[in-house]
C-alpha cells in the first residue's frame, strides 16, 4: 500500500525538488487562475471590477505568503534552511580570513600528506598484480640452512622436480634477470633489462601478446632459442611501434635474435629490486625495467643440484589451493630432490633445503609493507594532532560565540540547529581543505617518484585512484568530527540562561574550560614528542649509516660495469684478454693513481658465497666467505687496509696466491698467522698472500662480510667491474673510463658507469627518503603545536585581560604574570613530553628492527629532542606572555 | 503564519478527501462546494486551500492534472488516488469513531 502511495507521490516530489521552475510556474497559475475566477464571480454579483478585485484578494489572503505555505508543503524548507546554514558558515568564515586560512591550510596539509601516503600504500601494496586472477600466482623459494636464514632463489633442478611431482599447481615457470646490450643493425649498444625464462613464463602469468606470439614450448629445445619478446615500451622506442615487427631482428650483445611478439602496454614485470633472487636485507641498486624476454633454452640435466639464488620460481597454484597447501605438498616432494644431491654435498641436518611458498604480491612488496604502514601510523598521527589544534580554536571560538549562541537560542532556534551549524563550519573548512589536500597530494607524488629509491616496488604503478578520493573524503568527514565533537558537546550542555546572565567577557576563560584547553595541548604535545622522537632516530641512524667506518674509501672513485656474454666471451682466455686489455687502457688515463678490476659491485650483496675450509685442519668446520676475482690495483684503487703479507701482485695469477678478510682470516686461524696457509675452495687450493681489513664492501647495513679475493685469470667472470682512482674529481673519471673500454672494445656493452660515492648514496636510498618524509612529518608537528600553544595561550591573556590588570594593579610583578599565564599550560606540555618519551622507548625497541645504524632512543636523541621542543614551546609561549606582562593596568581595567 | 492546529488540519485534510471522492475539481470550485455544503458553518480561509492541496498531493492521496474547464480556461483538477480513497475511509471511520465518543460524553452530561 505504501508503494502505491509512492507510486504517486514520488513523481510529485522529485518534480518540486529538481523541477523547481516548472513547479513555481504552475503555481502561479493556479493561484491566478483562483483570483480570476473570484473576480468573475464578484463581478457577476454586480461589483466594479476595482471592487471585485479587492474583495477576490481579500478571500485569498496574502497570496505571497499562501504561497510560501505551499512550498512548505513541498518540502523546501529543510533545503532553503541548508543552504542559508551553508550561506551563513561562509560569512562566519570569511569574517575571520585569519582562522578559516590557518585552519583550511593545517587541515589541507594533513590531508594531502595522509592522502600521498595511502596512494603509496594503496598502488603498492593493496592493489592486486596486474595479471589475470593474480591471487593465484605465488612465488617458490628455497631455504637453504647453510646460506643463512633467509630464503634464496630455488635451484632450477629442484623446481624441474616440483613441476613433475606436485599437483597442488597449474604450471611453474622459471626466470632469471640480467642486463644486456641490445641494438638494432649498426647502432651503439643499449643496455636494457633481461629475463630469460621457462616458455611457460606468459602461460603462468595468463598473458597473451598484443602481436606476434609469446613463447612456444619448442623454444625451449636447446640450440633453438634464438627469439625474443618485446615489452610494449622497448618496442615503442626502439622499434617507433612499428606493426610489423614480428621476424624483424635485433642484436642483442653480438648475437642476432628473432623478434617474435610484443607484450601488451598493461604488462609489466617486476625487476630485480622488487623481485630479487637473493632476500637478504641488502642495498639495491637502478637496474633497467625489465623489457626483453628470451626463452629459455638449456638442457638443465647438466646443471648443478647445489648452485642457488640466481633463479626466480613463479608458479600459478590450482584454483582453491592455498600457498600452505602447496608448501605442505612440495615439502614431500622435495625428499626426492634431496636424494639427488650427490653424497659428498648432501647436508645432513633436518630441513636443510625447505621449499618455501609465499603470494607473488607479497614476494614483492616484501619489505616495504612494514615501513609504508609505519609512516602510515606516523601520518595519522600528524593529522591527529592537526585536527585537535583545530578542536582546540574552535573550541576558543565557541566560547566566545557563546552569547550569540544564547541569544538565538532565547529567540527559538532549535538547539540541534545550533549545534548543526558547528558542524557544517567545520565541515566546510573540512571540504575546502579535502580538495585543496588531494591536489597537494597529486604535486607531493610528482615530486616523491621523482626522488624516490629505486628499490620501492610497484612505484611506476602509483597513482591516484578512486579508492584514494574515497579515502580522502572519509578523512575529510572524520576530521570534521574530532573538531566539531568538543564544540558540540560544549553547547548542548550549555545554559541558556546562565551565559545570558553573565553578559560579559569576564567569564569566557573559566578554569574548566581552559583547562579542557590545555590538556588538549597535552595530547598534541604528546604526538608531536613521539613523531619528533622518531625522526630523531631516524635520522640518526642514517647519520651512523653514512659516518660508519667503511673499511675503504669512496672519494676520487669510479667505477664502469661491463657485460661479456657467453656467445662472443665463452672462452676463459677472451675474457681474460678482454680485462687485460681494459686495465692496460685505464692505468694510461692521465692522472690516475690505481686501478683495478673487481667481479662484482660493492654495496650490492653478498654473492658467491661458498664454503672455505683449511688445508692443514680438514676436521675443522669449514667458513662461508664471498668470493670475488680481483686484479692486482683494485685494493689500491679502493684504499682498502693491508693487514698482513701484501696485496695481489701480478705473479698470483699462476700461483693462486689469494687475500682474504681480517674476520674470515680470525674464524679459519684464530690467533695464529693465516698468510702462507693454505684453503681450499670448491675443490681447488689456494695459498693466502696478505690479509686485508674488514670492508663493509657488500651493505652499509650489515656486518662486514667474509671474503676471499682470487686473481681473475684462472676463472674470469662475465660481469666485469673496472675501478679507478684519480687525482681528480670523480665525475671526470667517468668519460675517460668508457672511452678506456670502448677503445679496446667499441662494441661492448657498458652497463653503467658511475662514482663510487653515489653508489653509497643509492645504496641508502630508502633509508634517505624515508628520513625525509619522517622529519617533514617532525618539523610539521612541531609546528601545529606551537601554533596550538601561542594560539592558546594568546586566547587566555585576550579574555584575562581586565583579570592581569587588576593582579599588576595590586602589585604583580611581571614574573608573576609569566608565571601565571605560561603555567596555565606547563603541566599539560610537561605530561604530553613525558608520555611521549614513555611510549617512544617502548615503541623505540620494536622500530630499532627496521634500522640498522640504531639500537633505539638514546641519550642523544632524547635530550635533543627535549631541548628542541621545550625552547619552540618557550618561543610560542613567551610571546603572549610578554604581552600580558607589559599590559598597562589602566588600560586593562578599563577595557570593559 | 501560525499552522492550522493539527485538529483543524486533519479536518480540513478530510473534508478535501471527501469532496474529491464526489468529482475531480479545481482549487477555487473546490472551495466554493466547501462552503456550500458546510452551510457555510466551516469557514475555511481560501489561502489555506492550497497548502492543503498540495501536501496532500504530496502524501500521494490525490493527484493532479492540468485540464480546460467547462468554459475552456486552463485549471488544475484534483482527484482522489486509492491510497486517498482508503485514507479518507480510514479517516471517516476515526471520525465517526471520536465524534459518537464525544456525543456520547456529552449526552451523559446532558442527562
Not at chain 1, 617502548?842 to 621545550?870: K, Y
Not at chain 2, 492534472?65 to 482522489?80: G, P
Request: hydrophobic letters at 45%; one cysteine or more; a positive charge.
Amino acid at each position: 500500500m505504501l508503494n502505491r502511495r509512492l507510486l504517486y507521490a514520488l513523481p510529485i516530489r522529485l518534480r518540486s525538488l529538481f523541477r523547481r521552475r516548472v513547479a513555481e510556474a504552475e503555481l502561479d497559475e493556479e493561484i491566478q487562475f483562483h483570483f480570476e475566477r473570484q473576480m468573475e464571480t464578484q463581478i457577476a454579483k454586480g461589483l466594479s471590477p476595482e471592487e471585485a478585485r479587492y474583495a477576490a484578494m481579500r478571500t485569498l489572503g496574502n497570496t505571497s505568503l499562501v504561497k510560501e505555505q505551499v512550498r512548505d508543503a513541498w518540502g523546501w524548507n529543510t533545503l532553503s534552511n541548508l543552504l542559508q546554514d551553508i550561506r551563513y558558515a561562509i560569512r562566519v568564515l570569511v569574517k575571520s580570513p585569519g582562522f578559516a586560512t590557518t585552519a583550511i591550510l593545517t587541515l589541507a596539509l594533513g590531508i594531502a600528506a595522509s592522502t600521498a601516503i595511502f596512494t603509496i600504500i594503496d598502488s603498492v601494496v593493496l592493489k592486486p598484480l596486474s595479471y589475470p586472477e593474480s591471487g593465484n600466482l605465488v612465488a617458490l623459494w628455497e631455504r637453504v640452512a647453510f646460506l643463512g636464514p633467509d630464503a634464496t632463489g630455488p635451484n632450477p633442478r629442484h623446481v624441474d622436480v616440483w613441476r613433475k611431482g606436485a599437483t597442488a599447481f597449474r604450471d611453474i615457470a622459471i626466470v632469471r634477470q640480467s642486463t644486456i646490450g641490445l641494438a638494432r643493425d649498426i647502432d651503439h649498444p643499449n643496455v636494457v633489462g633481461m629475463v630469460v625464462a621457462s616458455p611457460n613464463l606468459f602461460d603462468v602469468l595468463q598473458v597473451s601478446p598484443l602481436h606476434g606470439r609469446t613463447f612456444l614450448p619448442e623454444d625451449g629445445v636447446p640450440g633453438r632459442g634464438n627469439v625474443v619478446v618485446l615489452t610494449y615500451k622497448l618496442w615503442e622506442t626502439v622499434f617507433q611501434s612499428d606493426p610489423n615487427v614480428v621476424g624483424r631482428s635485433v642484436r642483442l650483445s653480438d648475437v642476432p635474435f628473432q623478434v617474435v611478439g610484443v607484450l601488451p602496454q598493461s604488462f609489466h614485470f617486476p625487476n630485480r629490486n622488487a623481485l630479487p633472487t637473493v632476500r637478504s636485507k641488502q642495498a639495491m641498486t637502478d637496474v633497467p625495467e625489465p623489457s626483453i624476454f628470451l626463452p629459455l633454452a638449456v638442457d638443465l640435466s647438466e646443471s648443478s643440484w647445489t648452485e642457488y639464488g640466481n633463479w626466480i620460481a613463479l608458479g600459478r597454484l590450482k584454483a582453491g589451493i592455498t600457498p600452505e597447501q602447496a608448501q605442505s605438498e612440495l615439502q614431500i616432494v622435495q625428499e626426492q630432490v634431496l636424494e639427488q644431491i650427490p653424497t659428498s654435498e648432501r647436508d645432513t641436518a633436518n630441513n636443510a633445503i625447505v621449499p618455501v611458498v609465499q603470494p607473488m604480491q607479497e614476494a614483492i612488496v616484501g619489505q616495504s609493507r612494514r615501513i609504508l604502514w609505519f609512516l602510515m601510523a606516523a601520518v595519522g598521527g600528524l593529522m591527529l594532532i592537526a585536527c585537535l589544534n583545530l578542536a582546540n580554536t574552535q573550541l576558543a571560538r565557541t566560547y566566545r560565540r557563546q552569547r550569540e549562541a544564547s541569544v538565538r537560542g532565547a529567540l527559538g532556534a532549535p538547539k540541534w540547529r545550533l549545534v548543526w551549524q558547528a558542524l557544517l563550519e567545520n565541515l566546510l573548512i573540512a571540504a575546502v581543505a579535502g580538495a585543496l589536500g588531494v591536489v597537494l597530494a597529486g604535486i607531493g607524488l610528482t615530486l616523491f617518484r621523482r626522488i624516490a629509491p629505486v628499490d620501492l616496488p610497484r612505484l611506476s604503478e602509483v597513482r591516484l585512484s578512486t579508492e584514494v578520493l574515497l579515502f580522502a573524503g572519509g578523512l575529510m568527514l572524520i576530521s570534521a568530527a574530532i573538531v566539531s565533537v568538543l564544540p558540540v558537546l560544549y553547547s548542548l550542555r550549555s545554559d541558556l540562561q546562565a551565559s545570558l546572565q553573565q553578559g560579559n567577557s569576564r567569564a569566557l576563560g573559566s578554569r574548566q574550560r581552559r583547562g579542557v584547553q590545555a590538556w588538549l595541548i597535552g595530547f598534541q604535545v604528546f604526538g608531536c614528542t613521539a613523531l619528533l622522537l622518531i625522526t630523531g632516530l631516524f635520522s640518526t641512524n642514517l647519520l651512523q649509516l653514512l659516518n660508519r667506518d667503511m673499511g675503504f674509501r669512496t672519494e676520487r672513485v669510479a667505477f664502469a660495469q661491463v657485460n661479456l656474454t657467453s656467445q662472443s666471451y665463452g672462452q676463459a682466455t677472451n675474457r681474460v684478454g678482454f680485462i687485460d686489455a681494459v686495465l692496460e687502457n685505464v692505468r694510461e688515463i692521465p692522472g690516475v693513481q690505481a686501478a683495478g678490476f673487481i667481479s662484482a659491485a660493492p654495496l650490492e650483496g653478498e654473492a658467491w658465497i661458498n664454503g672455505v675450509q683449511r688445508v692443514d685442519k680438514r676436521e675443522q668446520k669449514g667458513v662461508l666467505m664471498n668470493l670475488r676475482w680481483a686484479s692486482p690495483g683494485y685494493f689500491e684503487a679502493l684504499s682498502h687496509e693491508l693487514i698482513a703479507g701484501r696485496f695481489l701482485e701480478e705473479r698470483d695469477r699462476a700461483t693462486r696466491g689469494v687475500l682474504i678478510t681480517e674476520g674470515g682470516a680470525r674464524s679459519l686461524w684464530r690467533d695464529e698467522t693465516a698468510v702462507g696457509g693454505k684453503i681450499e675452495v670448491n675443490g681447488i687450493q689456494y695459498t693466502v698472500v696478505g690479509v686485508v681489513g674488514d670492508a663493509r664492501t657488500a651493505s652499509l647495513k650489515a656486518p662486514p662480510p667474509n671474503m676471499v679475493y682470487i686473481h681473475y685469470g684462472e676463472q674470469p667472470p662475465y660481469q666485469l667491474f673496472f675501478m679507478v682512482r684519480g687525482n681528480q674529481p670523480s665525475e671526470a673519471l667517468l668519460f675517460d673510463l668508457r672511452q678506456a673500454i670502448w677503445k679496446h672494445a667499441p662494441s661492448a656493452p657498458i652497463a653503467r658507469a658511475k662514482t663510487l660515492d653515489s653508489q653509497v648514496r643509492e645504496s641508502l636510498g630508502m633509508e634517505r627518503i624515508q628520513t625525509v618524509v619522517i622529519s617533514a612529518f617532525g618539523i610539521a608537528a612541531l609546528l601545529i603545536a606551537m601554533l596550538g600553544i601561542y594560539g592558546i595561550l594568546n586566547y587566555s591573556v585576550a579574555t584575562r585581560k581586565q583579570e592581569i590588570g587588576l593582579r599588576k594593579a595590586v602589585g604583580a610583578t611581571p614574573q608573576c604574570i609569566y608565571r601565571l599565564t605560561m603555567g596555565e599550560v606547563g603541566m599539560p606540555i610537561v605530561a604530553g613530553l613525558m608520555a611521549g618519551l614513555i611510549a617512544m622507548v617502548a615503541a623505540g625497541r620494536v622500530m630499532s628492527g627496521m634500522l640498522d645504524g640504531v639500537e633505539g632512543l638514546d641519550p642523544l636523541i632524547v635530550t635533543t629532542v627535549l631541548t628542541v621542543f621545550v625552547s619552540c614551546a618557550i618561543m610560542a609561549g613567551f610571546l603572549p606572555a610578554w604581552q600580558a606582562a607589559s599590559l598597562d593596568p589602566v588600560d586593562a581595567l578599563r577595557s570593559e | 503564519m501560525s499552522k492550522p492546529s493539527d485538529l483543524v488540519q486533519g479536518t480540513l485534510n478530510v473534508l478535501i478527501l471527501r469532496i474529491l471522492e464526489l468529482e475531480p475539481l479545481h482549487g477555487w470550485a473546490l472551495a466554493q462546494r466547501l462552503k456550500q455544503v458546510s452551510n457555510d458553518v466551516l469557514q475555511v480561509s481560501e489561502g489555506s486551500l492550497y497548502p492543503a492541496l498540495h501536501r496532500l498531493e504530496q502524501e500521494g492521496w490525490i493527484t493532479s492534472e492540468w485540464r480546460s474547464t467547462e468554459n475552456n480556461r486552463r485549471a488544475k483538477f484534483y482527484s482522489l488516488t486509492r491510497p486517498g480513497q482508503r485514507q479518507l475511509a480510514k479517516e471517516t471511520a476515526e471520525w465517526s469513531r471520536l465524534s459518537s465518543a464525544i456525543s456520547q460524553v456529552l449526552g451523559l452530561r446532558e442527562a
